[in-house]
């Protein structure tokens, strides 16, 4: 009788009968006499596959190695060698392969966890699911979370700058980083791959204010466009220096007026994630009281679309009508309502940066300093009264 412990060769193995279909098992089991707790099982059809046999903590236990031939005898003894390693150093090899097979890939995650969290977190979801699709699926779909270093994505980002500005690596880079940190707050990985990553400095910010003149003639373009809902979107943006996201987004029953007769509109989500209430002037509440023409039954937008209880899309056709209307043909930009806003704030003369940052929501007073030369006219007045006072010392 042919034992069934040998040194395994492929001609041995490739002799090997099927099992019989006399037999009590529907396999036969062959042991290698070079490497202990391998084996090579044989079904009654002919096929081979190695075997991975071992005891872990008193317990009795297997792990498939793969198919003869596809994998040979070098590979299945280097597998079954490897596996005994971790078990010296008290690991379970199939629990090892486990857990490996359960990590998600950058994808899974994506779809599975960070979009669907965003979605109900964030205003920008629909940019981050725009920007995951277009600049890091293509590189990282099908890669293991835990297998993206801090190289991985240094890598990317570098590649990204060729074609594109800071200002919109930064925005990729603050994505990628938010969502390895809820990754390893919710468990999925050990560590965090970017925390050293440094932010790039931004040469691109600009600046564009509407002065007094065009300011006029953007209102009255405004007021000749012919999709009135998103023109009155447009001047909102401009009298309150909200965000247009903010603007679109805004219900009727956010609106709230005080014991004096004031208004304000609450905005339960802002872009910080934070919510926020935004004070109407005059001229900001006739632009709402004018929209309540185009309220929608049982739409609860203020500034409410052809969609079924959905506010407006971006209103980038009416208001590139409205800048042609104005004779405004520069790069002036949507976002640049709201800088044009605090320009007039600071040049007032009765506003401080204090004020800008809170009328604009600006959660850190840094962010609100990029109009702090605005002030030149505020700043010259308290320079000639300090030269007034010193002039005066001198002649006493």
Known sequence: MRSRKFKFNKRQLDSLPPTSSTSRSRETEWSDEICSGLKLIVNRQGRRRFLFRYTYQGGKKSLQL??????????????ANDHKREIALGNDPKQLRDEKRNVLTFYE??????LPY??????????????????FYPHWENKALNQIGQ????????????????????????????????????GFVDKHPGQYIKKLKENNVRQRFLSRQEISVFIAACDTEPNRTQANALKLALLTGMRIGEITNSKWDCLTVDDVGEWSLFLP?????????????????????????????????????DAPRRPIAHPKKAFARIKMAAG???????HDLR?????????????????VQHLLGHQSPQTSTRYAHLAS?????????????VQQATQS
């Not at 793969?66 to 597998?79: K, V």
């Not at 995650?109 to 960070?114: I, N």
């Not at 590649?159 to 200002?167: F, G, H, I, S, V």
Request: hydrophobic content about 40%; some cysteine.
């Open 66 to 79: 793969g198919e003869y031939p596809g994998l040979d005898i070098p590979t299945a003894r280097q597998l």
């Open 109 to 114: 995650f994506a779809e599975l966890h960070y």
């Open 118 to 135: 965003a979605k109900v977190n964030k205003l920008t979801a629909q940019s981050d699911e725009g920007n995951l699709k277009l600049h």
């Open 151 to 186: 190289h991985d994505i240094q890598k990317l980002l570098d590649e990204l700058l060729a074609n594109r500005k800071p200002a919109t690596v930064n925005r990729l880079r603050s994505l990628i980083l938010r969502m390895f940190r809820l990754a390893m707050e919710w």
């Open 269 to 305: 989500h802002t872009k910080s994630g934070l919510s926020r209430t935004v004070l109407l002037n005059r001229l900001a509440m006739e632009v709402i009281n004018d929209q309540r023409r185009y309220q929608i039954l049982c739409n609860p937008y203020i500034f409410a679309g």
């Open 328 to 334: 405004i043909l520069d790069n002036f930009r949507i």
């Open 339 to 355: 800088h044009t806003f605090a320009s007039v704030l600071v040049n007032s003369g009765n506003a401080t940066l204090y004020d």
């Open 377 to 389: 006219s505020r700043l010259r007045e308290v320079s000639a009264n300090v030269s007034e006072l």
